[in-house]
């Protein structure tokens, strides 16, 4: 499996069932059941590479206006629920945190705790086991405080400004 059909898997669940959390994640874990083994476990390690590719300071800044707040736990939850929405806003995301402010955004949809727990159970009902986890140290990018958010994000500083300082 490369990238593009990573994508294409995720996108199908995106389009089947949008902002639906629970459904979207079932949906995804039928299409993780219908790949090869082998597939299934390449959709693993793609899965974590994205998380690793979203996980910078940059984005935890703008889940952080978002959110009005933003642990670690929060934050992978949030990174997870960013892939669900399919390439072309993860990218646009990880390019442009502030392009989020442009989003519809539900914060339950947003901050879902839980797709990254489907992948893992689609992966495992199809190949037996998940690849071990490859998890990064350090958010990449430069780190932020509080009082920077609203010059580092204006657009969404602006449109959540009861979350900034």
Known sequence: MDESHFWEVVQRAHDAEGTDMDRKGQV???????????????????????MAKAYSFALWGAAYVIHGGCGDDTFQDFRASLISRGRAAFERAVSDPDSLADEEIDEDAWFYEGYQYDVTEGVKANAGSRPMRRIADRPSGLDWNEPDLRALYPKLATRFPHHVV
């Open 28 to 50: 995804l874990k039928d299409e993780i059941s219908k790949l090869s083994k082998g597939d299934a476990l390449d959709f693993a390690d793609l899965f974590d590479a994205m």
